[in-house]
């Protein structure tokens, strides 16, 4: 089993920066891929970013060259580094984590951001 919480959030101007946290417990050491998704108002969830075990990155197009994943195995730890935040940003953000070898996946509860003057 595993559990996620994410921390981080808040409101931000248009062209500033946040940083997300995710911090796992449980069997941390099962731990696959990571991912940061994101849902808008009346949009589905969205995958932004994922991170391998080895540091392999992925990003969706709207956040590619803005937004930053990376994660500290031994601690369980995933981040998400936001710089030149949109009003389009403006989402509950999600931690998920998939597991090795059952990959089964768990969800953080979210976390709130705004962007907006």
């Known amino acids: 089993q595993l559990q996620l919480v994410e921390s981080g959030g808040g409101l931000v101007q248009p062209g500033g920066s946040l940083r997300l946290s995710c911090a796992a417990s449980?069997?941390?050491?099962?731990?696959?891929?990571m991912d940061w998704y994101r849902q808008a108002p009346g949009k589905q969830r969205e995958l932004i970013a994922s991170i391998t075990y080895g540091g392999t990155t992925v990003y969706a197009d709207s956040v590619d060259g803005r937004f930053t994943i990376s994660r500290d195995n031994a601690k369980g730890s995933m981040f998400l580094h936001m710089n030149s935040l949109k009003p389009e940003d403006t989402a509950v953000y999600y931690c998920?984590?998939?597991?090795?070898?059952?990959?089964?996946?768990?969800w953080g509860q979210g976390t709130q951001v705004t962007v907006s003057s």
């Open positions: 998920c984590a998939d597991v090795y070898p059952s990959a089964a996946r768990f």
């Open positions: 449980g069997n941390i050491a099962s731990i696959s891929v």
